[in-house]
């Protein structure tokens, strides 16, 4: 069982920035694949952006050019710098993590979550 913990939630206001973090508790192997979701009220689940094992990335076309996925190994980390952030991305972030995921953004291929972070954009 992987153990994601999720932090760097906040409020902000349109335009700001924010660096998500989600802290995983094992080690890269290969077919594994990190992924930030998020979910606004009212709305279902939806996939923000993955992080394949081999470095490959795979973003929503709503945050294209706004969000960058990284990752830092040594620490487990995965990081979601959110920029130029709009009134609409406000939403819980999740973290997720599957293996050998063929959709990247469906989040039924993912079967470990953390428990989220709120990010809040203010017009």
């Known amino acids: 069982q992987v153990q994601l913990v999720e932090s760097g939630g906040g409020s902000v206001q349109s335009g700001g920035s924010l660096r998500l973090s989600c802290g995983v508790s094992?080690?890269?192997?290969?077919?594994?694949?990190l992924a930030w979701f998020r979910q606004r009220s009212g709305k279902e689940r939806e996939g923000v952006a993955a992080?394949?094992?081999?470095?490959?990335?795979s973003y929503a076309d709503s945050v294209k050019g706004r969000f960058t996925l990284s990752r830092d190994n040594v620490k487990n980390t995965l990081y979601l710098q959110m920029n130029s952030l709009k009134p609409e991305d406000t939403a819980m972030y999740y973290c997720?993590?599957?293996?050998?995921?063929?959709?990247?953004?469906?989040?039924?291929?993912?079967?470990?979550w953390g428990q989220g972070t709120q990010v809040t954009v203010s017009s």
């Open positions: 997720a993590h599957g293996y050998l995921v063929a959709s990247k953004l469906d989040p039924f291929e993912y079967n470990n």
């Open positions: 094992t080690n890269t192997r290969r077919g594994d694949t």
């Open positions: 992080y394949d094992s081999d470095g490959a990335t």
